[in-house]
């Protein structure tokens, strides 16, 4: 099966800038989440959908991330406009069954960099 | 905010010999996750401990959860230079059961 990928690899923009990640999770997860990991610090939960809807999103930092997954598909993540700590690797994963009894599957995470 | 802690946060050890590290914890779980990275992958998933176990296998790794002490720790066996990666403990807790990372181990095996 297809793992979770992740687009693009990379990314360099300006600050004030708009940037949109994009996460197609493995065929049949539900389950789909967000993570950060900024400078060598801790992987920080950003948020997790169960198919289109956001079941926890407490993570979010502010109001200058959106994130979407319409029809349960793929998701989005927006950054708009974008500061320099936003800086850092965004790894999407997904899952069949409810986090507690089974493994993330990771992508392999979209490197941002905001100058 | 955290709630796993990796220690240490780098190792580094010859081919051949045992590798340990460890993961400290703040609130009580429903099972505990071990993950690797290799430089610039995704992290894959390597074993799971449900919190009312003590120990596991899987290959040549061994996890352990003191449930009471709020740890755990992996033991890889007969290191070898493919183990070279980042290792992440990460806690499942709550109703919602929120997957949390800590800032992981940094783990270099020399050939």
């Known amino acids: 099966e297809a793992g979770v990928t992740q687009f693009p690899s990379h990314s360099v923009i300006e600050k004030g800038q708009t940037v949109t990640l994009r996460c197609d999770p493995i065929?049949?997860?539900?389950?789909l989440y967000w993570y950060r990991r900024v400078m060598g610090k801790e992987i920080k939960f950003l948020l997790h959908f169960v198919k289109e809807s956001k079941q926890d999103e407490s993570g979010m930092p502010n109001n200058r991330f959106l994130a979407e997954r319409t029809g349960g598909t793929y998701s989005t993540l927006k950054v708009q406009p974008a500061e320099l700590e936003d800086s850092g690797v965004y790894f999407c994963?997904?899952?069949?069954?409810?986090?507690?009894?089974?493994?993330?599957?990771f992508g392999n995470g979209t490197r941002l960099t905001v100058t | 905010s955290q709630q796993g802690e990796e220690d240490p946060q780098a190792l580094s050890i010859q081919e051949g010999e045992n590798a340990t590290m460890n993961c400290s914890y703040k609130?009580?779980?429903?099972?505990l996750q071990w993950y690797r990275q290799n430089s610039g992958r995704g992290l894959v998933h390597l074993i799971l401990i449900r919190s009312n176990e003590r120990e596991k296998h899987s290959g040549r790794l061994r996890v352990t959860l003191d449930t009471s002490k709020k740890s755990s720790s992996l033991l890889i066996t007969a290191s070898r230079a493919a183990d070279t990666a980042s290792y992440f403990c990460a806690t499942v807790s709550g109703g919602y059961q929120k997957v949390t990372f800590g800032t992981g181990t940094k783990l270099q095996v020399i050939p």
């Open positions: 065929s049949g997860h539900d389950n």
């Open positions: 994963a997904s899952s069949q069954h409810g986090q507690g009894g089974s493994p993330l599957h």
């Open positions: 609130t009580s779980i429903n099972n």
